[in-house]
C-alpha cells in the first residue's frame, strides 16, 4: 500500500535553511577559526598549543567520568525503589526529584558554597562537635560533588522510565524458573534497563565534562576544567582562534564519547528524556 | 527491606533538597550574609522589588523565553511535518542529524560556535558588536528547536496518515486540512514541545552567556555576574520567589491532570 502523505516535504525548508547556518555553519566556523590565526592567515600553531592542555582534558575526563560513576551507582538503586512503591507515590517522587532542576543552576550550585565552607554549615557543626575545620571547598571532591549534585536527575529519570516499563510478568518467569533475586537483577532487570542506564550516562558526562561554572565556584580556580579554559579564552583573554580549536577536540571528544555509548544501545538507540 | 528502601530515597531528597533549603533560610537573613544567619527578616525581598537590574533582567528573561519558544514551535512544528513527508531516506536521516547535534553537543560548544559565526559577520559588516538582543535570540530559538521536533515527530507518526486525505476527499483544502485535522492530532506533542522550549530559554545560562552583549541581560547572566563577587541575599529572595512560582504551577497542573483523568475514567 503507498504511505499517505500529510504535507508537502517543502514547508520544512525555512527549518532546513535555518539549521544550516545556524547549526552547520558555526560548526564549519569552529574548524575555521582552529586552523586561522587573529589575522586570518592558516596555521596549525592552535592545534600545536593544545599539547599544554592535555593534562586539564585528562583531569575534566577525570572528574566527569568519576561523577557520572558515582551518579549511576545512586541512581540506580533509586529508580529501583521508585518503581516498587505506589503507583500515586511515584508520581510525587519524579515530580520531586525534577524539581530542582527548575531551580537556576547557578544559585543551586553557589548555595553548596554555603554549606562547604571552611566558615559553613557543615564545619561550622564539625567545630561544636571540636573536629574541624576541615577543607571541604576548593577541592576536587567538591567540584566533583557539584556535578552529581546537578546532573543526578538526568541519570534518574531515564533509568526509572526504562524501569518502570518492565514487564513484571517476566521477573515472575525468571522465579518460576529457579532464579533468586539477585540472579533476576543481573540477568532479567540489568539487561533491560541498559538503554536507559546508557543514555543517563551521556546525559551526565556531556555536562560535567564542559562545565566551567561549577569547577569555578566550588574547586576556586585550582582545579580548571577545559570549559573553564575555553571560557577564558572567549571571555577574558579574546583568543578565540585557540578557544576555538580547544572547542574542537571537546566537541571530537564527546561524538566519540557518545558514539561509542550508542553501540552499546543497539535499541532504537533514541535519547530518552 | 522495605524501610531501608525508604530511607534510601529519604537520603537522596535531602541531598537534592539540602541546598535549595540553605538558600530559602538565607533569603530571610537580617544581615547581608550568605553564610551566618543573623535573624529573621523580610528586607531582601523589598529590596529586589526596588533593584532596577534585576526587574529588568527578569523582564528580558520573560520576553526572550516567549519569543524563542513561540518562534521554535511555530517553526518546529511545521518542519517536523515537512520532514516526515520526505521521500528520500537520506535526506530525512541528514536533516535529522542535524537535529540532533544542539542536543549531543555540550552548552559551551553550542554557544561558542554561534558567537564566533556572529562575531564573524560583525567583523565583515564591520560592527562595533554585533552581540545583543538578535543574537541570543536566534540562539535560543536553535537551541529549542530539536526539542520541539522531536516531541511533535512521535505524534505525527501515531496519527493516520488517511485523515488528512480523507479531509481532502471531502473537499478540504490541505491548508484547511492541516488545521482541523492534522493540528488536533498532534496538539499534545506541540504543547509538551512549547513547554519544554520555555523552561530552557528561561533557565539557558550558557549559550546566552557567550551570545549575549553588554547592552542585554537575563537573569541567569545577571546572577553570573553578582556571584563572581559577592552573592547578597536578594538573589537567595529571587530564587525563592522562582522556585515558590514553579512549585505552585505543578501542584496546579497536576491537580487539574489529576481532575481530568477521573472525569474520563468516569464517562
Redesign the interface.
Known amino acids: 500500500m503507498k504511505?499517505?502523505?500529510?504535507?508537502?516535504?517543502?514547508?520544512?525548508?525555512?527549518?532546513?535553511v535555518?539549521?544550516?547556518i545556524?547549526?552547520?555553519?558555526?560548526?564549519l566556523?569552529?574548524a575555521?577559526?582552529s586552523f586561522t590565526d587573529a589575522n586570518g592567515n592558516f596555521t596549525f600553531s592552535n592545534i600545536a598549543a593544545l599539547a599544554n592542555y592535555k593534562e586539564i582534558f585528562l583531569t575534566s575526563i577525570g572528574y566527569a567520568a568519576v561523577a557520572t560513576l558515582i551518579s549511576l551507582l545512586?541512581a540506580y538503586?533509586?529508580a529501583y525503589?521508585?518503581t516498587?512503591?505506589k503507583l500515586s507515590t511515584q508520581?510525587t517522587?519524579m515530580?520531586?526529584?525534577m524539581?530542582?532542576m527548575?531551580?537556576?543552576?547557578?544559585?543551586?550550585t553557589?548555595?553548596?558554597?554555603?554549606?562547604l565552607?571552611n566558615?559553613?554549615?557543615i564545619n561550622t557543626f564539625l567545630g561544636k562537635l571540636g573536629i574541624g575545620p576541615l577543607q571541604l571547598i576548593n577541592t576536587p571532591a567538591a567540584v566533583i560533588l557539584g556535578m552529581i549534585?546537578n546532573y543526578?536527575?538526568y541519570m534518574i529519570l531515564p533509568i526509572y522510565s526504562v524501569m518502570s516499563k518492565l514487564d513484571n510478568s517476566l521477573l515472575e518467569a525468571a522465579g518460576d524458573l529457579g532464579s533468586n533475586a539477585l540472579s533476576k537483577l543481573s540477568r532479567v532487570i540489568l539487561p533491560l534497563s541498559m538503554p536507559g542506564v546508557i543514555s543517563g550516562i551521556t546525559m551526565v558526562f556531556?555536562?560535567s565534562?564542559?562545565t566551567?561554572?561549577i569547577s569555578q565556584?566550588l574547586g576556586g580556580g585550582k582545579n580548571m576544567l577545559i570549559?573553564d579554559v575555553?571560557?577564558m579564552q572567549?571571555?577574558s583573554s579574546y583568543n578565540?582562534n585557540l578557544?576555538?580549536a580547544l572547542?574542537l577536540v571537546?566537541?571530537v571528544l564527546?561524538?566519540i564519547c557518545?558514539a561509542v555509548m550508542n553501540r552499546f544501545a543497539d535499541d532504537d538507540g533514541g535519547?530518552i528524556? | 527491606m522495605k524501610t531501608l528502601s525508604r530511607l534510601y530515597i529519604a537520603l537522596i531528597l535531602i541531598f537534592l533538597y539540602a541546598p535549595l533549603a540553605v538558600m530559602v533560610i538565607f533569603s530571610f537573613n537580617a544581615s547581608n550574609s550568605t553564610s551566618l544567619f543573623a535573624g529573621f527578616s523580610l528586607r531582601w525581598y523589598a529590596e529586589l522589588f526596588e533593584s532596577e537590574a534585576t526587574l529588568s533582567a527578569l523582564k528580558n528573561t520573560f520576553i526572550l523565553a516567549v519569543l524563542s519558544s513561540v518562534i521554535a514551535t511555530v517553526l518546529g512544528t511545521v518542519a517536523a511535518v515537512g520532514i516526515l513527508g520526505y521521500k528520500r531516506k537520506w535526506t530525512k536521516s541528514a536533516v535529522m542529524s542535524a537535529t540532533n547535534i544542539p542536543m549531543m553537543n555540550p552548552d559551551i560548544v553550542t554557544g561558542v560556535s554561534m558567537m564566533l559565526l556572529f562575531v564573524f559577520i560583525g567583523k565583515f559588516l564591520s560592527l562595533k558588536t554585533s552581540l545583543g538582543f538578535t543574537t541570543v535570540l536566534i540562539a535560543h530559538i536553535t537551541f529549542n528547536l530539536p526539542y520541539v521536533i522531536l516531541s511533535v515527530m512521535p505524534k505525527l507518526r501515531q496519527m493516520d496518515f488517511h485523515l488528512p486525505e480523507a479531509a481532502a476527499d471531502l473537499g478540504c483544502t490541505p491548508f484547511k486540512a492541516f488545521f482541523k485535522v492534522v493540528l488536533p492530532n498532534i496538539s499534545s506533542g506541540i504543547v509538551t514541545g512549547f513547554i519544554m522550549a520555555f523552561t530552557l530559554s528561561l533557565d539557558d545560562f550558557v549559550i546566552s552567556y557567550f551570545t549575549t552583549g553588554p547592552d542585554f541581560q537575563t537573569l541567569p547572566i545577571l546572577i553570573y555576574t553578582m556571584t563572581k563577587k559577592r552573592v547578597t541575599p536578594d538573589m537567595y529572595a529571587l530564587s525563592s520567589l522562582i522556585f515558590l512560582s514553579v512549585l505552585v504551577l505543578l501542584i496546579l497542573f497536576n491537580v487539574s491532570q489529576s481532575k481530568s483523568n477521573k472525569r474520563s475514567h468516569k464517562n
Open positions: 504511505k499517505a502523505s500529510i504535507g508537502n516535504p517543502f514547508i520544512s525548508s525555512p527549518y532546513v535555518w539549521s544550516a545556524f547549526i552547520i555553519v558555526p560548526l566556523m569552529v575555521y577559526y545512586i538503586p533509586l525503589f521508585m516498587k512503591t508520581g517522587l515530580m520531586l526529584v524539581l530542582p527548575w531551580m537556576n543552576f547557578l544559585i543551586r553557589y548555595s553548596w558554597i554555603t554549606i565552607a566558615t559553613g554549615l549534585y543526578l536527575p556531556v555536562p565534562v564542559s566551567f561554572y565556584k570549559g575555553i571560557e572567549f571571555q578565540y578557544g576555538a572547542s571537546l566537541m564527546i561524538l557518545v535519547v528524556i
